[in-house]
């Protein structure tokens, strides 16, 4: 033993043991306050904290933030690694004692009724040996020259039940292991080999198994970091969203609340100065009453006078009238209700643009996810996705009107004339709208329709007056009486499908699948493109005639799924 073991063996073990799992330290790490623990215990306590965003020693509870990166102490684990070797060589055989367990194969030649467990096991004796019964094999040289192998399973599994002798061959007919008597017996006539030959095969095979479980353990360890790092964003990004929220609301609040101060303070303000005008007249007409009084009893005392000539020149003094304001015009007194009315309107307003406000809002709430939900496969699941449109006025064409909530496009009127006429018959196109909503989600909505033939599409913004399908940027699927076909960057495929005036219409922004469906009892398949969008996609609607007859009064509108 070298000088250096002997040192190691002086120590106690106990200082190199994790006071978590209480074993010799593992694979050995070092916190900033000094205490030590295996890699694994510690990660495994910090893996418990990871909602806290503090982690702390298990022993002196020094707290850290962030997550301190734990290094392997290489000295440490040296000397455990030395202190594990002097201790196997100072203890003894463990293996030489260890009890044959219900899953371990016993020693044949131990006595008693707990033999001991078989480690070894001889093909030429066809028993198995503990350690100690196994020593002849290593010293005796007739012995020696046995094959020996590992005690996996016990001897019985591998004898013929026929011959009850060892299975050495492989059958590949069979595909089953049998012994040498089965060869001239039962097998003569079928193809064999020896074990060894088998098992080296099978090894090529194991060994391609094994780079094919290697590789998809690999692409599983890929996913997973992929899908920790999307919950991790999608924590941190929930949590800033709530954030926002919080102030967007706490600020429209704050306006709200600001506002009625405005109108509490200018209703005081109009309060104050009413009464004040109401006031100074009221004075006014108290005291030019005040005035009539004193005449009329002036008046009064002078008609009793018998004295004429005094009564003469009184009356002239008293006979003219002073200057008297003008009456005033009083307000009715429900003025105020006018006021209420004003603020009863603006209450309704606010309501119904919050009314209108929540489906988008749960609608785009629906579709954040960490994991991409499977394609629906019922008209119930594909509702869960709708989203509430509006067909925008700006984007019409002047051939049709927009009403029903906006949600409703109808022909007025197909009648045209001249170079115009040639341009329609050219083209097959009454008019076009676009929806007011931009999407990059997962959404679903349906457009049921009426007469002649609709195209129902999403396009880019801005697809410079051409018709929906005409270029790289929309997509379009045309709608008849005559059956569907859909239409790409001026190409066109005929689709098939159950007849129906409801199409339904799902978009994978994300994946980057637009699918049209059949809708009535059920949902139909009707086409799907796999592309790669680059802008936000704009749902729209389209009328087609390739014939002269009227379009008049012919609609498409988007169903109401919110």
Known sequence: MSEQQQECGALDQSQFCCSVCLDLLKEPVTLPCGHSYCKSCIEGCWDQEEQKGEYSCPQCRESFSPRPLLRRNNMLAEVVEMLKKTSTQQASPPAAVDCAGPADVPCDFCCGTKPNKATMSCLTCLASYCPAHLEPHHSVPVLKMHQLVSATVPLQDKMCTKHNKLTEVYCQTDRKCICYLCIVDEHKTHRTVSAAAQRAVEQNQLLVNQKEVQKNCKKQEEYLKKLVKAMMDFKWGSQTTLKTSDEIFDKLISSIKKRRSLVKELMKAQEKTAIAQAEELKAQLEEEITKLSTRDTELEQLSRVDDHIHFIQSFQSLSSFPDLSPGPVVCPPNSFKTLTDCLSKMSEDVESLLN???????????????????????????????????????????????????????????????????????????????????????????????????????????????????????????????????????????????????????LDYHSGTLSFYSVSDTMTLLYKECTKFTQPLYPGLMLRNYSSQSTWGYYAELVKLW
């Not at 197909?414 to 009454?430: C, F, P």
């Not at 940027?473 to 098939?496: E, I, M, P």
């Open 356 to 506: 209108n406000a929540r489906p988008r809002i749960t609608a785009t709430v629906s579709t954040i996810d960490v994991l991409l939900p499977p394609v629906p496969k019922t008209r119930e699941e594909f509702i869960r996705s709708c989203y509430p449109l509006t067909l925008d006025q700006n984007s019409v064409s002047m051939k049709l009107s927009i009403s029903q909530e906006s949600r409703r496009v109808t022909s007025v009127d197909s009648t045209v004339s001249g170079y115009d006429s040639y341009i329609q018959q050219k083209l097959a196109t009454i008019g076009l709208v676009l929806c007011r909503e931009g999407l990059s989600q997962r959404c679903y909505w349906e457009v049921k329709f009426s007469g002649c033939t609709w195209s129902v599409a999403v396009s880019y913004k801005d697809i410079s007056g051409q018709d929906f399908g005409n270029s790289n940027a929309s997509w379009s699927l045309d709608c008849s009486s005559g059956g569907y076909s859909f239409r790409h960057n001026s190409q066109t495929r005929k689709v098939s499908g159950p007849q129906s005036s409801t199409i339904g219409v799902y």
